[in-house]
């Protein structure tokens, strides 16, 4: 039973990242049929994520309510309702409001699953569950492309994703008793599950809390932005067009999916904290690479580099929020450290565009080693707080 639900897991987890890229992938065609700025994709961005963040901030509540079965069914719903919802779309509008259910579901199933996953199961798992949410990530634009290469249209695309998500919300329903079974078995969870709800202001009073917020937003702020701009900086710095330096920014991506797999193995070996120190050495390197002007081949390979180093760092902050702060204390604060997130993802890429618009795209190593040091002294604060108590 144990091995099963796992197995759900891994697939919910699949079934998260399938959705994430559709709207970057269907956008180029989505704004000319509904002749719309092309800059108008950031709006429903960014009432996704405003969406996410509330919902992550609640999913301490929920899942104690509720419970972590039903919260990821009934959120994964909500998401396979949306994008249907934007399957049936002929309208900017209409995808903004089917945005905020997207938004709602995503957020709550992500803090629950990965608060889930850090109670019961070990290091390696959340490691390679978060690689399995990057090939999800990977799929969903090959759907969208054999949508569009058929003559379908990006309306077929959301709908087969939809569709997906359909399924996957069938057997997270029929897989309920098992989280149950599981729930009742582990003394932490039980514990988790029976302390009181805490509020915004209880979380962020919790000794070490702000400095894992910082972290958690510094990480999202580092990947989001390489992610975004890798591209252009080997335009706009290095000479490459636009096709070729679209196909090696991908390697950021890479280097995250097989670094995932990798430390899965690397967890038999090192804690969490190692992990993380670790990721941050390698996210270091890759920046000097960056910087040392010794042709493309370097910035390609500083570029897989700090995808390597980001690999651990997500799951590994999230996997040891147990052991630091508590088991009946992990799920607000994933909830929070998901909400830092976001708000990293969102904010610190425009941030970025604002320097490359008004000083130079040169300057992304700069920005990224930047944000790296304010991460670096976070966790290390962090840590030192929590030993204190």
Known sequence: MFQLLLAIIYLAFISLGLPDSLLGSAWPVIYQEFSVPVSYEGGISMIIAVGTIISSLQSDRLTKRFGTGKVTAFSVLMTAAALFGFSISHSYLALCLWAVPYGLGAGSVDASLNNYVALHYESRHMSWLHCMWGVGASLGPYIMGYALSGGQGWNMGYRYIA?????????????????????QSADGAVQAEESPSLSLKEIIGIPGAKEVMITFFCYCAIEQTSGLWASSYLVLCHGLSADTAAGFASLFFVGITIGRAFSGFLTLRFNDTQLIRLGQSVILAGIVLLILPFGTGNVLAGLVMIGLGCAPVYPSIIHSTPAHFGAERSQAMIGVQMASAYVGTCLMPPVFGLIASHISAACLPLYLFLILVLMVLMHEKMLKKIRQF
Do not use: G, Y
């Open 163 to 183: 569709i997906l998500q359909i399924v996957l919300t069938a057997v997270l329903f029929l897989s309920l008793p098992l989280w149950n079974k599981n729930q």
